[in-house]
């Protein structure tokens, strides 16, 4: 298995072992040296650690020239959302150095985001010393509870949609068939909306779905036309994955389509897929668009299906 590795990128792999091995000590450790296979164990603190993290890195026969570092964090402490920008913060470094060693830069990346834990624990611990109300991260691992959606957007016409009555129904949800690739899994979700609240009935019925709310990143964006006004209440979620969801944003608005909801989960593989995820989740959401008769035979032309975006012309509005 060795003879795969050879000429600068096996020196460069060498040499910045080396040198990690001279850094970090017995923090450093060697699996598999033949398989490229090492572990180093993260603390937030060299002399008094209260968290700790394994990282667990392959290394491909091409890194650094053209592939990543293939990686795992264990840490049993570490879930959800904070994994997720874990997991992110490391891609994004990765992007930034493409060609680059980055062993280091990754390592001390954990190390500073274990050191920001342990300082909101204990900031936290202050403020909620004599109380046991739990936090709305503790509350979604679990499992008693949904999302904040706070974050729509309170445009200037946010209020004509916010009047509603309690009935809204909640729309059908379609999906379509997901996308693998280097073992990160890519799945859109679509359904027709016409009011904020059934946007969040929407993705409170997906995030039932256990294997829907285990996924890393929850990618969305939506539309809502207000025909009377002629403009939109439209807003996007990254959930973790920085740019994500402006960018799914902007490919609806390039597209025209009017009151939808597109929701792209990503189960993260270990494996970066720098600015490639992007694509996947762009092309996703145009799939699953284009079965559903949102868009035309070029792709390009907004083919509303009959009957979506009705209801709320003729919604009353105070």
């Not at 600015?275 to 907004?302: V, W």
Request: net charge negative; charged share 30%.
């Amino acid at each position: 298995m060795a003879d795969q590795w050879s000429g600068e990128d096996l020196q460069s792999q060498i040499e910045e072992v080396e040198a990690l091995s001279s850094i970090y000590g017995d923090e450093w450790c060697v699996i598999d040296e033949a398989s490229r296979i090492f572990c180093i164990k993260i603390s937030d603190d060299f002399e008094n650690p209260k968290l700790t993290a394994c990282l667990q890195i392959i290394l491909p026969a091409d890194y650094p020239s053209h592939a990543p570092p293939i990686y795992q964090i264990n840490a049993a402490w570490l879930r959800g959302p904070e994994r997720a920008k874990l997991a992110n913060s490391l891609e994004d470094l990765y992007v930034q150095h493409a060609g680059e060693s980055i062993l280091y830069l990754w390592v001390e990346n954990v190390r500073e985001f274990l050191v920001e834990k342990s300082q909101s624990a204990e900031s936290d611990n202050l403020q909620t010393e004599n109380t046991n109300i739990k936090t709305e991260e503790e509350v979604m691992e679990d499992g008693e509870g949904t999302p904040d959606f706070n974050c729509l957007k309170q445009t200037e016409d946010a209020h004509y949609f916010m009047d509603h009555s309690d009935d809204d129904e909640m729309p059908p949800i379609k999906h379509s068939n997901a996308i693998t690739d280097r073992r990160s899994t890519f799945q859109p979700h679509l359904a027709a909306v016409v009011t904020p609240r059934q946007v969040k009935m929407v993705l409170e019925k997906l995030y039932e779905n256990k294997k829907i709310a285990s996924a890393t990143h929850n990618i969305y964006a939506y539309r809502i036309h207000c025909e009377d006004k002629n403009s939109f209440l439209q807003d996007c979620e990254d959930d973790g994955e920085t740019a994500a969801g402006g960018r799914l944003l902007h490919l609806l608005q390039i597209l025209d389509v009017r009151n939808v909801l597109v929701v792209v989960s990503r189960w993260y593989g270990g494996i970066l897929l720098g600015p490639d995820r992007f694509k996947h989740i762009n092309n996703c959401a145009r799939a699953i668009l284009q079965e559903e008769g949102y868009l035309g035979s070029t792709g390009d032309e907004m083919s509303k299906p009959e009957g979506k975006g009705k209801r709320l012309k003729n919604k009353k509005i105070k």
